[in-house]
């Protein structure tokens, strides 16, 4: 079965600051998707990755997925307390599903 | 666009009678939709896909008698929890893909999630 650990378990960030959160994956990932959720909600879709190397970014969040396709960052760059919130990565598995990672909680502080 | 509700959002019921979750996608037709489960403080667990037309498919170790799925029209699916007991209290969400498996339509879109509570 697909295992994704994701690191850190939680963070603390002064505003402003930035951050990095970790997926690691045991087997070669077919794709790699990161969502945020905000506690007793649903899941925002944020980015996507598929290919080595790949990187994308949307406002002040950049994803990478590596050339090994085992592991995946997402940056933060200058946290808002709008970023706070739980970080979840989420693997493609073969028969095209998604299995998550436990989570990456994220508090910013004013 | 690919907006997915569920409704209700809470429901708090007696140990031992049914609960509907219903999950909708609002502007896109999806042929195939997920239901999870996820725990206080935990990850999200597959439980089922639902696939319109057809019967849901469910992962290993959920009970299909327990947890009944119907996917009636490429818009609408249903979770039932039938008989339910306290330890099925959790948070249940489900997800829509759109139709194919190619790049970018492989991503679900979630909805908001239904808190149930069973006395």
């Known amino acids: 079965s697909q295992e994704l650990e994701q690191s850190p378990q939680s963070l603390i960030v002064q505003e402003g600051k930035n951050l990095t959160i970790n997926c690691t994956s045991s087997k070669t990932l077919y794709g790699l998707y990161w969502y945020k959720q905000k506690y007793g909600e649903g899941l925002i879709f944020l980015m996507m990755l598929q290919k080595g190397g790949e990187e994308k970014s949307h406002e002040k969040i950049t994803a990478k997925l590596d050339e090994k396709k085992q592991q995946s960052s997402l940056h933060i760059t200058a946290s808002q307390p709008s970023h706070a919130g739980i970080y979840l990565c989420?693997?493609?598995?073969?028969?095209?599903?998604?299995?998550f990672g436990a989570g990456t909680t994220v508090t910013v502080r004013a | 666009g690919a907006v997915v509700s569920q409704h209700p959002s809470r429901v708090i019921c007696k140990s031992g009678t049914s609960v509907k979750i219903e999950c909708r996608s609002l502007?896109?037709?999806?042929?195939?939709m997920f239901w999870y489960r996820q725990f206080p403080k935990q990850s999200l667990m597959l439980m089922a896909t639902?696939?319109?037309?057809?019967?849901?498919?469910?992962e290993q170790g959920v009970e299909k008698d327990k947890f009944l799925i119907n996917h009636a029209s490429l818009t609408l699916s249903t979770l039932t929890v039938t008989s339910a007991h306290p330890e099925d209290s959790s948070f249940y969400i489900c997800?829509?893909?759109?139709?194919?498996?190619?790049?970018?339509?492989?991503?679900?879109?979630f909805g908001p999630g239904t808190r149930l509570t069973v006395l």
């Open positions: 989420g693997a493609v598995r073969y028969d095209y599903k998604l299995s």
């Open positions: 502007d896109f037709q999806a042929t195939t």
């Open positions: 639902s696939n319109e037309g057809s019967k849901a498919t469910y």
């Open positions: 997800s829509a893909k759109l139709p194919g498996l190619a790049g970018g339509r492989n991503t679900q879109y």
